[in-house]
């Protein structure tokens, strides 16, 4: 009974044996690389198959001292391939990578492939090419290719340099013409150009030791400069000047605009008459207000005052010629200046002249009649004053161009 059991468990071994030698292991393992960016790659024609990476420094497999420790990149992974950027691999270290292959606990052999960054990674081109007009030349900044990390490429290929290509840009293919031209500087003027023609610029990046290059990055194009004619600065001297004219004419006309608009809406031509503006709030306000009852009608009006109408004096000038001879009594005086004439008992009233020149004096009614008869001359024909409405009290004097006065009494 024992040796039955013993038979079974020498044949499930034996079977297991056979199951593990028939899984065959991945093929055609590659590195996939750019700088410092790796990927392992095989091949794999089953399905449901998880795959195991490990990666070992290949000078710890020739120790003999002690059996290497291998390090797990990927672990049970179903992908056909592993990223190995992430574990930062030195970049002139030399590895040994390998796969195998795991069916429902049954394994495969390992498969081994060597590695060394410095040797078989690829090189990428310039992360950046930047064109700009040096004059009639134009002027290219390169950037260098990145590592995985952001860092130059330069740090682990210190002899790194570009290879340049560039062609004036023109719609006949037939007659493209490229030149070439080498720089390790990441700053490099093309010379010896025409003068506003189109270029297209081209970078690759190269590794002397390993006779590592990279692609050519996609063409850039630029068109050169060079001496500016006179006629165009003219032009463009002139266009600005009329540029400025139309704008700070725009803005006046804009700002002139902008007043009359306020004007006309803050200060309006037409005002509100004068008996609405007492109902306004306050003066020069264009809102009324309304009347109360208790409101006191008198305060809405000014004090009133009656004058009389003012007296009006004519004076009538006849001309000297026909101005008749003194009345008698009347005798000039030596000074130039005139005697009042007493008339009677009763008060003076008249108009009285200095005596050589045309004097006047217009006496009353009834002291001129005597007068006349007195003399047995003509009634005096004098000045005649009239007065409208004189008030009571009123005196006016005349004053004479001889220095003359009169003192005319009403």
């Not at 590695?115 to 134009?138: E, M, R």
Request: aromatic residues 10%; glycine residues 6%.
């Amino acid at each position: 009974m024992f040796a039955a059991f013993y038979l079974c468990l020498l044949f499930c071994y034996l079977k297991t044996n056979t199951v593990g030698a028939e899984l065959k292991p991945p093929e055609n393992l590659t590195m996939i690389t750019m700088n410092t960016n790796y990927t392992l790659s095989w091949d794999w024609d089953q399905s449901a198959v998880n795959f195991t990476t490990q990666y070992v420094a290949r000078f710890k497999l020739k120790a003999k001292t002690k059996s290497p420790v291998w390090s797990t990149a990927c672990q049970k992974t179903s992908r056909r391939s592993c990223d190995l950027t992430k574990l930062n691999l030195f970049y002139l270290g030399i590895y040994v990578l390998r796969v195998q292959a795991d069916v429902n606990g049954h394994v495969s052999d390992w498969v081994q492939i060597e590695f060394c960054p410095d040797q078989d990674a690829a090189l990428g081109p310039p992360s950046k090419v930047a064109l700009s007009p040096a004059g009639s030349d134009l002027e290219i900044v390169i950037s260098d290719p990145l590592t995985s990390t952001n860092n130059s490429m330069k740090e682990n290929h210190p002899n790194l340099y570009y290879h340049i290509l560039y062609w004036e840009r023109s719609l006949d293919t037939q007659v493209l013409k490229s030149q070439t031209l080498s720089s390790t500087a990441n700053i490099v003027t093309l010379p010896d150009l025409k003068a506003w023609t189109w270029y297209c610029v081209s970078v690759q990046t190269c590794y002397e030791f390993y006779h590592k290059k990279s692609s050519f990055t996609s063409p850039h194009c630029m068109q050169t400069e060079g001496t500016t004619p006179w006629w165009q600065i003219f032009g463009w001297f002139l266009g600005s000047l009329v540029v400025c004219f139309l704008t700070m004419l725009l803005s006046l006309y804009i700002s002139f605009w902008c007043y009359k608009t306020l004007k006309a809406t803050f200060f309006p031509v037409i005002q509100l008459p004068t008996l609405f503006q007492y109902l306004c709030d306050s003066t020069g306000s264009d809102f009324p207000r309304l009347l109360t009852p208790d409101s006191d009608s008198e305060l809405l009006c000014d004090k009133v005052t009656v004058c009389p109408e003012s007296p009006v004096l004519e004076l009538h000038i006849p001309p000297p010629e026909a101005l008749p001879a003194p009345p008698l009594g009347l005798e000039p005086d030596n000074s130039g200046r005139h005697s009042r004439q007493d008339s009677g008992g009763s008060g003076d009233s008249g108009v009285y002249s200095t005596g050589g020149s045309s004097g006047l004096r217009q006496p009353n009614t009834s002291q001129s009649s005597m007068g006349a008869q007195v003399s047995g001359q003509d009634p005096f024909d004098l000045e005649q004053v009239k007065m409208k409405d004189m008030a009571s009290g009123l005196k006016t004097q005349l004053v004479n161009a001889d220095e003359g006065i009169v003192d005319m009494c009403v």
